[in-house]
């Protein structure tokens, strides 16, 4: 356990910052890689805008469940001290390993190859020089969020505003140029995918849940807020909101310029957009957009994920060394490091963006379940008292929302269950360290609670 002496975590950001951590973290690659692979499962634009406008609504669910949590428990840590706290030390060990090792660090890994990919739009890069880049941006990511939150905050807040602002003049122009065309939004081709009616819904929708992933996040850094019962509900309403209206129009407008057979063929569906609108001038536009939306998305999950391991390391469930908060910088260095060391090896081992983030959704599916179930734990023993967000219409909206996840589990785990397995491997692999740190803490975390109220 940490001494008396030992620095804390300095309480510095805001909702502004709230919202540029989820805004940041959610608007990555996804919406610049996933619509031409998600067009390839469907026959015409309707039923695809149908996807992302419910799944918006599904996560936007989901934000309203994290912000009551957040508010319940504001501690650094986000899902793992949910987790921790209805479920116990394993299954809080479980969340903190697969955070590490498959669910945080892959994007980091998988961004930074984006990022590599759409310099090359400027500059010609051999496949090593390529490889160099995409450790570099983890490195350079690393330093900045290593020697303070606030530097790294001041990044997430610039990037989020670009990369916001990006996208809004993307749609706008798109808007205004796309007046002379001939809108291609009624067109309509078979869909190239094989897994029937009801698989390619399955797998179109786990991709539309990959490019909303984030939201999650903003809870990770409450115990660095000023005020975290008021900044962690408003910055998960305010930003799901955003991105949603954001996913929304760019889709609609990518389809009206290209139409089925056009996203079906095109790599970079943004560029391929901006070309047909502005001509080269546009395609490097969005090569700078997108290379600020990977960064920042990177940025801020480093800004996040490591509290997780940290927080973990506190409780005496992870090693021991990353239990630091650098005298300093007051940051989780030690946690950032491994954060960054075990992103780079998931880079150079796997190698390509589609594999990286393949075993992403169906993991991180698993933990949204535990931390919705927990919502209704910690709503029946009424933790953190009556001064508290509250989510509307409860039970109705969480046992909605936990219906949705169990659903999308179980056609995933049926229509691609060798994929399934793999990504319940990279979990299991912490079993058997969970057995070693959790037979050695359990003895006093049962100290620790019975001295402890049994309300917080």
């Known amino acids: 356990m940490p001494s008396a002496s030992q620095p804390s975590l300095r309480r510095t950001l805001g909702t502004f910052d709230g919202v540029a951590i989820l805004i940041g973290i959610t608007i990555g690659a996804g919406i610049y890689s996933t619509p031409q692979l998600i067009a390839t499962y469907a026959s015409s634009f309707a039923p695809i805008i149908g996807l992302w406008i419910g799944c918006g609504v599904f996560v936007f669910i989901g934000g309203l469940i994290y912000a009551e949590l957040g508010t319940r428990l504001p501690h650094t840590g986000g899902e793992y001290v949910y987790i921790h706290r209805c479920f116990g030390p394993f299954a809080g060990f479980m969340f903190g390993w697969a955070q590490l090792f498959i669910i945080r660090t892959s ?111 903003v809870g990770y850094v409450g115990g660095e807020m000023k005020n975290p019962r008021r900044a962690i509900p408003l910055s998960l309403i305010i930003g799901l909101g955003l991105v949603i209206v954001l996913y929304v129009l760019t889709n609609m407008f990518y389809h009206a310029t290209l139409g ?145 996840i169990v659903a999308l589990l179980v056609i995933r785990a049926i229509f691609e269950w060798e994929k399934s397995l793999v990504d319940l491997a990279f979990i299991a692999t912490g079993l058997p360290f969970a057995l070693i740190w959790v037979r050695r803490v359990l003895p006093i975390l049962r100290e620790d609670q019975s001295d402890a109220p049994l309300k917080d």
């Open 107 to 217: 994007p980091a890994a998988g961004l930074a190859i984006i990022t590599a990919n759409y310099l090359e739009y400027f500059v010609e890069l051999n496949r090593w020089q390529h490889t160099g880049v995409a450790l570099a941006v983890i490195a350079a990511l690393g330093a900045l969020n290593y020697v303070g939150v606030q530097r790294a905050s001041i990044y997430q807040r610039v990037s989020t505003v670009l990369k916001v602002g990006g996208l809004f003049a993307l749609v706008v122009l798109a808007m205004i140029l796309i007046g002379g065309q001939e809108s291609l939004l009624d067109t309509q081709a078979p869909p190239t995918a094989t897994l029937g009616p009801l698989g390619n819904t399955a797998a179109a929708l786990m991709l539309v849940v990959f490019s909303y992933m984030g939201f999650d996040r």
């Open 260 to 404: 089925m057979d056009g996203m079906r063929e095109s790599v970079i569906v943004a560029s391929d957009m901006a070309i047909k609108l502005m001509g080269p001038i546009g395609a490097g536009f969005i090569a700078v957009l997108v290379m600020i939306s990977t960064t920042g998305s990177i940025n801020g999950t480093m800004m996040a994920a490591p509290r997780v391991y940290y927080a973990m390391a506190k409780d005496g469930l992870f090693f021991k060394w990353l239990n630091f908060v650098h005298p300093k910088f007051r940051t989780p260095s030690r946690a950032i490091l491994a954060h960054c060391i075990w992103g780079s090896v998931i880079l150079i081992v796997r190698g390509t963006f589609e594999t990286i983030v393949a075993g992403m959704v169906f993991a991180v599916l698993i933990f949204y379940a535990f931390t919705t179930v927990a919502l209704f734990i910690l709503r029946k023993q009424e933790v953190g008292g009556e001064d508290i967000y509250r989510v509307p219409l409860y039970p109705w909206l969480p046992g909605l929302y936990l219906a949705g």
